[in-house]
């Protein structure tokens, strides 16, 4: 079964600093694996995706992700921080084949904090 | 573009009530997702509907039911509701089953 673990509940940074959130995931195969972000009280806004190829991938308001098969993760990276930033962050995993396709198992979350 | 569209924004019922949400989806998507959020968690995939057929269903009760329309808009019901229920209700869209999904803002649900 798919599973999706977020170790870090809460994190602070200064603003300016860089980032890094963890995301580890359980699966069978190669999954899809998208980030997310939530502001209190919205819905989630995609940051970026990772379908296949390129196991660096870009996203937008700066953000990136490593796909690393050997680790079975997809950490977050974001190099300076903006006050703006400060949110809760989801890692999510999809079914790249299979009836479950569609199905996305998503962390706990991380919630993000930005001190000046 | 309009994004994913919810209604209502918010709700309150009582217990042992019926409820249904509403969503539309991106033009052109024909994939319609429901998730569940309940405060402090990630969301929980309750349904998927493809081309107007139920293609996933999450580990929810038989009280929960949804459907979706020529237009591919949905409907989200939930029947008898507890107190559990209460949560933010998420419904996203995609092209295909397979695409990155796209989510609308969300209806609170407040059960009391």
């Known amino acids: 079964a798919q599973s999706v673990t977020q170790p870090d509940i809460h994190i602070t940074v200064s603003e300016g600093a860089s980032l890094e959130l963890r995301c580890n995931y359980s699966y069978g195969a190669t999954p899809y694996l998208f980030w997310y972000v939530q502001s209190p009280g919205q819905g989630l806004q995609l940051l970026l995706k990772y379908f296949s190829g390129d196991t660096l991938v870009q996203g937008i308001k700066g953000f990136e992700a490593e796909f690393k098969r050997s680790q079975s993760s997809f950490n977050l990276r974001k190099p300076s921080v903006h006050w703006s930033d400060a949110a809760e962050y989801f890692c999510?995993?999809?079914?790249?084949?299979?009836?479950?396709?569609?199905?996305?198992?998503f962390g706990k979350g991380t919630k993000l904090s930005v001190k000046p | 573009d309009a994004g994913v569209t919810q209604s209502p924004t918010h709700l309150i019922k009582t217990r042992g009530q019926h409820v249904t949400l509403r969503c539309s989806p991106i033009?052109?998507?024909?994939?319609v997702s429901w998730y569940q959020q309940v405060l402090g968690q990630g969301p929980q995939f309750i349904f998927q509907?493809?081309?107007?057929?139920?293609?996933g269903r999450g580990n929810f009760p038989d009280r929960f039911s949804a459907r979706q329309f020529p237009n591919y808009s949905s409907e989200l019901n939930v029947n008898a509701l507890l107190l559990g229920d209460s949560a933010l209700y998420l419904c996203?869209?995609?092209?295909?089953?397979?695409?990155?999904?796209?989510f609308g803002p969300g209806t609170r649900l407040t059960v009391t």
């Open positions: 996203a869209s995609s092209l295909d089953r397979k695409r990155e999904q796209y």
């Open positions: 509907y493809y081309e107007k057929e139920e293609r």
């Open positions: 999510a995993v999809g079914a790249s084949y299979g009836g479950s396709q569609g199905n996305l198992i």
């Open positions: 033009s052109g998507h024909k994939s």
